[in-house]
T-cell receptor, first 114, second 109 residues
Framework: GQQLNQSPQSMFIQEGEDVSMNCTSS?????WLWYKQEPGEGPVLLIA?????ELTSNGRLTAQFGITRKDSFLNISASIPSDVGIYFC??????????????FGKGTHLIIQP | EAGVTQSPTHLIKTRGQQATLRCSPI?????VYWYQQALGLGLQFLLW???????NRGNFPPRFSGRQFPNYSSELNVNALELEDSALYLC????????FGPGTRLLVL
């Protein structure tokens, strides 16, 4: 099935650094979601975006819904060890109300070096 | 408020057997979604149930099926298991915004 183009695939950073990742698509989406998944667990919702241009923060996390509705980014400021994990973007297509399920990116694996 | 729950956490089967996975949505949610997360393939949409009916399915064969009960909990059945069915199976509830359970890890030997 279709997947979103998420980059980078992995990031090796030092504690305290800022992180930026993004997702793009050839199709428009009604909703953009960002999840974090840790080993052996299900994805946990971090931020949900519902309107083009929307900028939303959740603590040290900030995400934006692209103005074209075809992209989104997630920033993490001042990374800490517990930020380690895989971050996924996901989108919901127009008219679906979730009917088509979410479309996911392949994930960004965040690794924090001591 | 309890989140999405899934059982069992792990399941080991052999090729050709059937597997049954269970999910309870967040209270008040009527829709349940199933996803497969196989190594290297990311999360793929499997099935959507709402108000007791199958509403949509992803690009999976008919041996992946399920049902939704009057209390909105759901079962996913995988018949004639194949080795490539080994994956983490995730259940979510909600709509455009979905909340996931911890998953059932299915291993087919």
């Amino acid at each position: 099935g279709q997947q979103l183009n998420q980059s980078p695939q992995s990031m090796f950073i030092q504690e305290g650094e800022d992180v930026s990742m993004n997702c793009t698509s050839s199709s428009i989406f009604n909703t953009w979601l960002w999840y974090k998944q840790e080993p052996g667990e299900g994805p946990v919702l971090l931020i949900a975006l519902y309107k083009a241009g929307e900028l939303t923060s959740n603590g040290r996390l900030t995400a934006q819904f692209g103005i074209t509705r075809k992209d989104s980014f997630l920033n993490i400021s001042a990374s800490i060890p517990s930020d380690v994990g895989i971050y996924f973007c996901a989108g919901s297509r127009p008219g679906g109300g979730g009917a088509d399920g979410l479309t996911f990116g392949k994930g960004t694996h965040l690794i924090i070096q001591p | 408020e309890a989140g999405v729950t899934q059982s069992p956490t792990h399941l080991i089967k052999t090729r050709g057997q059937q597997a049954t996975l269970r999910c309870s949505p967040i209270s008040g949610h009527t829709s349940v979604y199933w996803y497969q997360q196989a190594l290297g393939l990311g999360l793929q949409f499997l099935l959507w149930y709402d108000e007791g009916e199958e509403r949509n399915r992803g690009n999976f064969p008919p041996r992946f099926s399920g049902r939704q009960f009057p209390n909105y909990s759901s079962e996913l059945n995988v018949n004639a298991l194949e080795l490539e069915d080994s994956a983490l199976y995730l259940c979510a509830s909600g709509g455009e915004t979905q909340y996931f359970g911890p998953g059932t890890r299915l291993l087919v030997l």
